[in-house]
């Protein structure tokens, strides 16, 4: 293949003009700064770098789901609005366009995303666009679309253009041969979805461009997500957000897995706040590159219970959905993240109690069941 040759003739070149001191034989190719895409000749036409005092310039690809607004939230708040940078192949609604930069960007048109990074001189991205697991399994050959050419697509303008980039993974990237619980971080990994194939996929180009490129490649592992002010985009653990909204507006909820289905889960600003810590912590600080990160672990009668003490009228009822049991069956319980913890510092603020009160004090607690009827 043309790429694989300009590649190993480029490597080959630098091995023996750098001198870097790599061997031959063993190879610390971190030396090695050559792209897959990108033959040596114009490699230092993209070594143009900007001061390390300078903010980071990010980009958020599929920004319009349930995590990137916050994310892009986030990170205006500390590098400034106009140094991040949301996009997705959605029309954004008016208050997230006029909260800051906004673009259109399809992560399958290579040339499209290369433009964007260099136009806007991008330094970090945050790679966002998925299908998750549930809509992944009712369109196999969109989710390996969007989830694997499209991660490639990143993966190699990342590389091509010395950014930092983050691909978050999921619980999901487990299944029903790994340890369940706990899950550590190294492990069997063998998920039965696209989209836990996709993700394990995507743990892996990750630290190979690591290892292989020099890639600032960073990964986490989130559990399942609950957000007041963004709705899930079709995955197995939606069921834990849709509760809140169900019992203000009607007092009863319907749940699509089994009552004793144990999960693990997060609260919003935990897993945004885990984002960034990973993405500032200095590089000696991670020995790995994918860490699994844990804040809590329930199962609906839990939730049900929990968010009972706010809302007692509320009616819950169980309509087993197979597709998503199964999937719930297969992944992790419980999640350790004692790797995270111990080497950049992770440390969750939201146990079960304070994520439903915090649930209930964004959604309006006035508006609840009693006023709704
Ligand atoms: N939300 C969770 O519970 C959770 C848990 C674990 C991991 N994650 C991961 O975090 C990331 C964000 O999750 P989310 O919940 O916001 O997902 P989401 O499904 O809500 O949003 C994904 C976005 O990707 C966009 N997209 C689809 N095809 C695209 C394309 N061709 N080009 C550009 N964008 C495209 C969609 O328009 C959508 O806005 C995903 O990678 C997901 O796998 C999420
Ligand atoms: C867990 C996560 O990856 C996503 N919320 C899903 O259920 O598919």
């Known amino acids: 293949m043309p790429i694989v040759k300009t590649v190993s003739r480029a490597v080959s070149q630098l091995l023996q003009s750098s001198g ?37 310039r990010v980009l958020i690809t599929g920004g319009l789901g349930q995590l990137g607004v916050g994310l892009a939230k986030l990170l205006r708040k500390r590098f400034g609005k106009n140094n991040v940078i949301l996009s997705d192949i959605r029309k954004p ?55 694997i050419t499209g991660l490639h697509n990143v993966l190699d303008i990342a590389a091509e253009h010395n950014l930092r980039l983050f691909v978050p993974s999921t619980i999901g990237a487990f299944g029903p041969t790994s340890p369940r619980d706990p899950t550590p971080d190294l492990c069997i990994q063998r998920p039965r979805t696209i989209y ?21 490649f960073r990964c986490l592992r989130y559990p399942g997500i609950i957000s007041a002010d963004s709705q899930p985009g079709g995955g197995t653990t939606d069921y834990a957000v849709q509760i809140f909204h169900d019992a203000i507006k009607t007092g009863k909820f319907q749940c699509n897995l089994k009552p004793d289905t144990r999960l693990p889960m997060m609260y919003i600003d935990d897993c945004l706040k885990a984002t960034l810590e990973v993405m500032e912590a200095p590089a000696e600080a991670l020995s790995m590159r994918t860490y699994n990160i844990s804040a809590m672990s329930f199962t609906p009668e839990e939730l049900a219970q929990e968010v009972q003490k706010h809302v007692p009228e509320l ?40 994520l ?13 069941i009693a006023q709704a009827n």
Not at 196 to 216: C, I, T
Not at 356 to 368: A, K, P
């Open 93 to 147: 609604a008016d208050n997230v366009f006029y909260s800051g930069p906004f673009i259109y960007a399809d992560i399958l048109d290579y040339k499209n995303l290369r433009e964007i990074v260099v136009n806007n001189r991008i330094t970090w991205l945050f790679h966002y666009s998925a299908l998750l697991s549930a809509v992944g399994e009712a369109n196999v050959p969109l989710a390996r679309a969007v989830n």
């Open 356 to 368: 439903v009160t915090t649930m209930f004090s964004f959604l309006g607690s006035d508006s609840r």
């Open 20 to 56: 870097c001191g790599c061997g031959i034989s063993i190879v610390p190719v971190r030396c090695i700064g050559v792209s897959p895409r990108q033959v040596a000749s114009d490699a230092s036409f993209h070594s143009v770098s900007f001061s390390e005092s300078d903010h980071p």
């Open 315 to 354: 009616l819950v009822t169980y309509n087993v959905d197979e597709v998503r049991q199964a999937i719930a069956d297969s992944w992790p319980m419980n999640f350790d993240d004692r790797n995270a913890r111990r080497d950049w510092g992770w440390k969750h603020d939201y146990d079960l109690p304070e």
């Open 196 to 216: 836990g194939v996709s993700k394990v996929h995507a743990e892996l180009m990750g630290e190979y461009y690591h290892y292989r490129y020099g890639l600032d």
